[in-house]
């Protein structure tokens, strides 16, 4: 079904990739979304950070798909701090990494992790 809907006409014949990238640079340059930071602490590294994750490439970035039980669904469910993370947010550095593969490097292994996250603005919202 989804191979369908990116193949119709509205969208040609790009990869989800290829458009979610698109949007995110317009979004980005549209200044059209919000950076924010986050400092998380844990108390153990076998504290899973119960993050679904993809990776988007160009520009780098994990875009997150959902949030699972573990280390951050706690955090966000914690009155110490203003915002949390949500799906659809999009994790651009950690502890000063910005690749994909040394942010999920620290993410496996920093008990404290510094997340600059960029979370898009959205003005569509449907039900289907």
């Known amino acids: 079904a989804m191979k369908s809907f990116f193949g119709s006409s509205c969208c040609g ?4 990739e290829e458009l979610l990238r698109v949007i995110m640079e317009e979004a980005m340059s549209s200044h059209s979304g919000e950076e924010l930071c986050f400092r998380l602490e844990r108390d153990r590294l076998s504290d899973g ?5 993809a990776d988007l490439r160009d520009p ?9 039980t573990g280390f951050i669904k706690e955090w966000n469910l914690d009155d110490d701090h203003v915002d949390e993370i949500m799906v659809g947010d999009f994790i651009r550095n950690v ?10 490097r620290a ?4 008990l404290v ?3 600059m996250i960029w979370r898009p603005h959205s ?6």
């Not at 502890?95 to 999920?104: Q, S």
Request: net charge negative; glycine share 4%.
């Open 13 to 16: 014949d790009h990869s989800y």
């Open 49 to 53: 950070l119960g993050l679904r994750l």
């Open 60 to 68: 780098e970035a994990w875009e997150v798909m959902s949030v699972e």
């Open 95 to 104: 502890n000063g990494m910005e690749c994909c593969e040394d942010m999920e």
């Open 107 to 110: 993410m496996a292994s920093d």
């Open 113 to 115: 992790l510094e997340m």
């Open 123 to 128: 003005n569509n919202v449907i039900s289907i």
